[in-house]
């Protein structure tokens, strides 16, 4: 298979995949090492295709119309990680990423894209499965999202309920 077949069928098995694919499920999949998929996948992006690699694994996104989209500033704990995702993708959101403004690095992103429980469920499993320490430990818990949503009242919903709840940030 060349390399153009290659990046065509990478393309194709994250189209058809509901939830994000593991660059080693990839690299089985088309008979090649993990490394070859970080480059082919680091090609495509470079093509403008639009996949994003995620701690779950890599997703092709945006033939979806959820076109408006929101930066919301939250602050909580580790603890309430969880109940915030849950109250943003139950009134129809997605959550993009989380970003934080370091004193010293400037703003750091991490990739989520969380739209359902069960993808919370899987990123609760991973970050207490490896211990991990939330961008939001970095801040004093101060953290922004930028949430995707159909329209813009849903994301007015969703940024009442944040603040309903105590966690959306108010200078």
Do not use: W
């Not at 077949?5 to 090492?33: C, D, F, H």
């Not at 490394?35 to 295709?49: F, K, S, T």
């Not at 603890?79 to 004193?103: F, N, Q, S």
């Amino acid at each position: 298979m060349s390399k153009e077949q290659r990046k065509q069928e990478i393309i194709k098995i994250l189209k058809a995949s509901n939830k994000p694919v593991s660059g080693g499920y990839l690299a089985e999949k088309l008979n090649v090492t993990r490394q070859v998929i970080v480059q082919d996948i680091a090609l495509l992006r470079a093509e403008n295709i639009n996949i994003m690699a995620t701690a779950r694994g890599y997703i092709f996104y945006g033939e979806e119309n959820l076109s408006h989209k929101r930066a919301v500033t939250v602050c909580h704990g580790k603890e309430e990680i969880e109940d915030e995702l849950t109250a943003i993708v139950d009134l129809g959101g997605r959550v993009l990423d989380v970003i934080i403004e370091h004193p010293i690095y400037g703003q750091i992103t991490g990739n989520l894209m969380i739209e359902s429980r069960r993808d919370i469920k899987e990123f609760m499993e991973i970050m207490q499965k490896n211990n991990t320490v939330p961008l939001l430990r970095l801040t004093n818990k101060i953290h922004m999202h930028t949430i995707e949503a159909k329209s813009e009242k849903i994301l007015d919903e969703i940024e009442e309920k944040l603040k309903q709840k105590g966690y959306l940030y108010l200078e």
